[in-house]
């Protein structure tokens, strides 16, 4: 350091050098530069801290909120949010995530209620509220796959229409739907609970009956002839016609198969129109014979 005065009286200058490092011994100064660097570290971790407590993680926690939503998972209440900006951005990231929850949950209804109502669409006779074809043969797979006793047997019914065609030609296909809706309630009511029963197609209809012999399927194709030739069918405008039906029965082991099983009833079916109609007749290897000629057995 150099320090110059100027001294009046005399007209002289002064000047003055002095060595700092011979006064001050600058070891001194490193407890005050240690403890500056502390506090400056100290500082820049609070900070840090601080930044990543108040900013970081709850950014992170809006990132889990948004990949919980693209997995799927819209639960959201073990968040909590500040009020300040981010935790406005992740309260609004919640009701996003609460909305797209509801929405997809009703969507999930909306398309689960469709399918099932397609399902039944497709497996349901939409004339007679029965099963159908489809839906009877869903339904024989869910029957035969039950266990049974041993030696079980089912029994299956196939009916037809007697003379349907000259009804439908005489008196038009709105009294034909009405006799095909009447004919259906009437086999409703004859078979037991637990009884599969369908429009097979057209006139047609084919009853199921699980764990059944002989005398059981006579009982049930006794009953529903009996409901047909009760009480005439009223057609509706004043008409009222008397119907009867044929009904082609067979008793069959589960090793025998569905298609074989309905194949055989309706060789039974057949054999019951060609003995004049409006009776029942079970199937017999030995004399209901397919065009072949031959015998359809297991």
Not at 135 to 140: C, E, H, K, L, Q
Request: net charge neutral; charged share 25%; proline share 3%.
């Amino acid at each position: 350091l150099v320090g110059a005065g100027y001294l009046r009286q005399l007209g002289w200058y002064n000047v003055v050098f002095m060595d700092v490092d011979a006064i001050v011994d600058r070891r001194l100064f490193l407890p005050i530069a240690g403890l500056l660097a502390f506090v400056v570290m100290s500082g820049a971790v609070l900070v840090t801290l601080l930044f990543k407590r108040s900013i970081l993680d709850r950014i992170a926690a809006a990132e889990r909120t948004v990949a919980r939503v693209e997995a799927g998972d819209f639960s959201t209440a073990a968040t909590e949010w500040p009020d300040d900006e981010i935790g406005r951005l992740g309260k609004a990231l919640s009701r996003m995530a609460s909305a797209v929850h509801d929405n997809t949950a009703s969507l999930e209804r909306a398309v689960r209620d469709r399918t099932d109502e397609l399902r039944r669409l497709s497996e349901i006779d939409p004339l007679t509220g029965i099963l159908n074809r489809r839906g009877f043969a869903g339904a024989v797979e869910a029957v035969t796959a039950r266990p049974l006793r041993d030696g079980a047997t089912f029994g299956m019914l196939l009916l037809d229409v007697d003379r349907f065609k000259a009804i439908n030609d005489n008196r038009g296909h709105a009294v034909g739907d009405a006799v095909i809706r009447e004919v259906a309630n009437r086999i409703g009511t004859a078979v037991r609970d637990g009884d599969l029963c369908a429009r097979w197609g057209g006139d047609e209809f084919i009853v199921m009956v699980a764990d059944c012999d002989p005398i059981k399927l006579e009982e049930i194709a006794t009953r529903i002839l009996q409901s047909l030739r009760s009480t005439s069918v009223d057609a509706g405008a004043g008409v009222r016609l008397r119907i009867t039906a044929s009904i082609g029965g067979h008793i069959f082991p589960p090793s025998q198969g569905f298609s074989l099983a309905a194949h055989n009833t309706d060789l039974a079916l057949y054999a019951a129109k060609r003995a004049g109609r409006n009776r029942m007749i079970l199937f017999d290897p030995l004399l209901h014979r397919d065009v072949k000629g031959t015998a359809r057995v297991a």
